[in-house]
């Protein structure tokens, strides 16, 4: 059977760690490798000038150790931690690991212009070429039995 290479960005919020949850079900039936990513959101421009370096390493820093507290309490993933722009990173290292889908929490479109353009998770769905599935908070982690594809043809 082929391994699932399934990436979950993530932030550390617990809905962003349900992605693992899921996963980790998930590789009871099937071998998976997980890959978790923490993307410091930064644009060209505060990494090229500099501004704010303090701040983006002491964030860089902050992922490494709960990188560690995760691995530490017995998880088995690879991780990365990068600097940029949220949908282009999680898009490049979905590419870079070869990946099969991503699994992202979401917290839903808050506020006026979220509410427009939609949530992050919807952004992250609308750009990749792979299949994204986004769990909302406190939805339950339960095996994949039935899906619903919705296609505007």
């Known amino acids: 059977m082929e391994t699932l290479n399934v990436l979950i960005p993530t932030d550390f919020s617990i ?15 099937m071998p998976v490798q997980l890959h978790l990513l923490h993307v410091v959101e930064a644009n060209d421009q505060d990494i090229s000038e500099g501004i704010n370096l303090t701040a983006l390493k002491v964030k860089e820093s902050q992922a490494l150790m709960n990188f560690n ?3 530490e309490s ?5 991780f990365q931690s990068k600097k940029g722009l ?17 699994i992202m929490g979401t917290n839903g479109a808050d506020g ?3 509410k427009i353009s939609g ?25 994949l039995k039935n899906l619903l594809l919705v296609a505007d043809f």
Do not use: C
């Open 112 to 114: 006026f212009m979220e």
């Open 74 to 78: 017995g998880e088995n993933f690879q």
């Open 69 to 71: 507290s995760l691995k």
């Open 15 to 29: 809905v962003s760690l349900q992605g693992l949850q899921m996963a980790k079900m998930h590789a009871k039936k």
């Open 119 to 143: 949530s992050k998770a919807q952004h992250v769905a609308r750009y990749l070429t792979i299949p994204v599935l986004t769990l909302r908070l406190h939805t339950p982690i339960t095996e």
């Open 86 to 102: 949220l949908i282009d990173e999680i898009d490049l290292s979905a590419a870079e690991r070869s990946a099969d889908l991503v």
